[in-house]
């Protein structure tokens, strides 16, 4: 059964940084990508930024030029550098694995609250 811990989530000043981390229980090179969503109370669940296996990465724009998405495939382990945070990156951020083969299977970690005060 596939695992993914996120860390890192906290309280944060707006104009502040953090980085999340998701740690897989294996092997992260068996996802044909991995990514970042958010979810706000009461809203849909929003992609924040993803990563393929060969390392292409997608930013939604309201991220770009702010937030990078990397992996580190000997540690299984996708992280997120948030920068220049503001309060409307409140949320709750998850981690995502998709495997492709006979459609596509999503796996989720629980979750990590990342609150930017104003």
């Known amino acids: 059964q596939v695992q993914l811990v996120e860390s890192g989530g906290g309280l944060v000043q707006a104009g502040g940084s953090l980085r999340l981390s998701c740690a897989a229980s294996?092997?992260?090179?068996?996802?044909?990508?991995m990514g970042w969503y958010r979810q706000v109370l009461g809203k849909q669940r929003e992609v924040v930024a993803a990563?393929?296996?060969?390392?292409?990465?997608n930013y939604a724009d309201s991220v770009k030029g702010r937030f990078t998405i990397s992996r580190d495939n000997a540690k299984n382990t996708v992280y997120l550098q948030m920068n220049s945070l503001k309060p409307e990156d409140t949320a709750v951020y998850y981690c995502n694995a998709k495997k492709t083969s006979w459609g596509i299977t999503n796996y989720w970690g629980q979750g990590t609250q990342v609150t930017v005060s104003s």
């Open positions: 990563i393929t296996s060969g390392g292409s990465t």
């Open positions: 294996g092997s992260i090179l068996s996802f044909n990508a």
